[in-house]
Nanobody, 124 residues
């Protein structure tokens, strides 16, 4: 059974940092693109960041570019999202997802597997 399990969420003050992890099990995703999406209360789920299977290509939403960094460790079947300079607008449930193909893609329809999400709250 394929599982994606996110961790690392929590409460942080504006300007702070968090590092999210997504551990995959049940199969290897070293040849699949991986992504992070987020859903704020009362809003649609939106794309945040993606990385190709090789890790050589990354793609970010404009709202997080320059503040968030996606990376992966294929030996550990794990993807990370380093979030710096966090803002209250970043408050959301963050979901990890595995794509059908090898590329870094922002389209939700390209992702076959999803984690359960981890809550990130940015507040003073």
């Amino acid at each position: 059974q394929v599982q994606l399990v996110e961790s690392g969420g929590g409460l942080v003050q504006p300007g702070g940092s968090l590092r999210l992890s997504c551990a995959a099990s049940g199969r290897t995703f070293s040849r699949n693109g991986m992504g992070w999406f987020r859903q704020a209360p009362g809003k649609e789920c939106e794309f945040a960041a993606a990385i190709s299977g090789s890790g050589r290509s990354t793609y970010y939403a404009d709202s997080v570019k320059g503040r968030f960094t996606i990376s992966r460790d294929n030996a550990k079947n794990t993807v990370f999202l380093q979030m710096n300079s966090l803002e209250p607008e970043d408050t959301a449930v963050y979901y990890c997802a595995a794509a059908r193909g090898p590329g870094a893609t922002m389209s939700r329809g390209d992702y076959d597997y999803w984690g359960q999400g981890t809550q990130v709250t940015v507040s003073s």
